[in-house]
């Protein structure tokens, strides 16, 4: 039996503290702030819907990501397993958790690694950006790539996760030059993600610059890693502490427009309180390339990898029904398919000159 670490009980803690308890932002996706235009007569056959894409050598039939969640426990090890899986039988894309503890543990590296079950997914790997800063180079970072034979790394951006908890790593200082030197001496592309927080105008702009191949922006309005660590404090002022934040962050429909802003070429992972398939649509008609989740999978692969297999299908036929719906054949049609709603100012909140009860009206059309 493999010896039980810190970082071990850390992610044992995360995985049930995320299946047992209510860690949602107090925020929105704002999502809900925008509409598909239907089309009545699409002119098309459901038949000729098209999901697919080409990302970083790999084709995918949907545009679909299991966020990276877990690794580092034999519960861990399942639910990978699971999930891996079910992304080889419908060729998505899938992100493993955080590396570190078998970075330092290397007896945990099979709770990772899943290739054999999937050989032909596109498999990101993962490590903190911030261990850059402690003592973390491009040696660790090749070594994760290489442990689950991934095609691509993922470095995560948790600040205010790390803030919050007790003994947390914090010393962000100086990351966007060294996230620029793993761009350029590693042999496969790296993707920088948030955790659950958004990514900011600025951000994307460093991030750019560094010469990152893709940016998860995970947004506010899904789980807050916050509440997480709240659950998990071990004292009154910790867990006081991280419940302050519930409604920190940038939402994932901002998050979105933020990097599109800054760059209409760098593919966007949009995640962070995606609930389904029309999230997903939204998503990349906003200027996304891949919609991610997260907690859906996690819960289906508690039970079992047909019930991954059902998520993974319900999610995708949502998918191809919204882009039936509007009339886009491919993902790349969805662009300008989207209204925003919008508050109109004459009117407080609830009231119309109507008497009915809303506050929300027509605007413009959405195109990235």
């Known amino acids: 039996m493999p010896k039980v670490t810190p970082i071990d009980r850390r992610k044992a803690d995360h995985i049930r503290i995320n299946l047992e308890e209510d860690v949602r932002s107090s925020l929105s996706t704002g999502l809900e702030r925008y509409q598909f235009i239907h089309e009545a007569l699409p002119e098309m056959d459901l038949s000729q819907v098209d999901t697919s894409l080409t990302l970083f050598g790999r084709q995918l039939n949907s545009p679909i990501l299991i966020s990276s969640m877990t690794g580092g426990t034999e519960e861990a090890e399942s639910i990978n397993r699971r999930l891996a899986e079910a992304a080889q039988q419908f060729r998505i894309a899938m992100g493993v958790g955080s590396q570190r503890a078998a970075i330092e543990h290397p007896e945990l590296e099979r709770t990772f690694q899943v290739r054999d079950l999937a050989p032909d997914i596109l498999l990101l790997s993962n ?14 970072c090749r070594k994760a790539v290489d442990m689950i034979e991934a095609d691509a790394l993922i470095l995560h951006l948790n600040p205010l996760q790390e803030a919050v908890q007790e003994g947390g790593d914090t010393n962000f200082e100086g990351l966007a030059g060294k996230i620029e030197r793993v761009c350029r001496d590693l042999n496969c592309p790296v993707v920088v993600k948030e955790v659950g927080w958004g990514i900011s105008e600025r951000t994307a702009r460093l991030l750019y ?7 998860d922006v995970a947004g506010a309005g899904g789980t807050s890693w916050s509440q997480v660590e709240m659950h998990r404090g071990g004292d009154d002022m910790t867990r006081k502490l991280a419940g302050t934040f519930i409604g920190w962050g940038i939402p994932t429909s901002d998050s979105i427009l933020n990097v599109r802003r800054v760059t209409s070429e760098l593919p966007v992972f949009a995640s962070g309180g995606v609930r389904d398939g029309l999230d997903i649509a939204k998503c990349i008609a906003l200027g996304a390339t891949l919609g991610g ?6 819960k ?19 998918i191809e029904i919204s882009m039936f719906a509007t009339g886009a054949v491919t993902l790349h049609a969805l662009a300008g398919r989207l209204v925003q709603f919008r508050r109109d100012t004459s009117l407080r909140d609830g009231d119309s000159p109507s008497g009915t009860k809303t506050d929300r009206a027509w605007g413009e059309t959405i195109s990235n």
Do not use: P
């Open 127 to 140: 490590l903190g950006a911030v261990q850059l800063n402690y003592g973390y180079g491009i040696d660790e």
């Open 209 to 215: 610059n560094s010469g990152v191949a893709a940016i």
């Open 293 to 298: 989740m997260a907690g859906q999978f996690l």
């Open 300 to 318: 289906a692969a508690g039970t079992s990898a047909e019930a991954v297999f059902r998520t993974i299908e319900l999610t995708r036929r949502q």
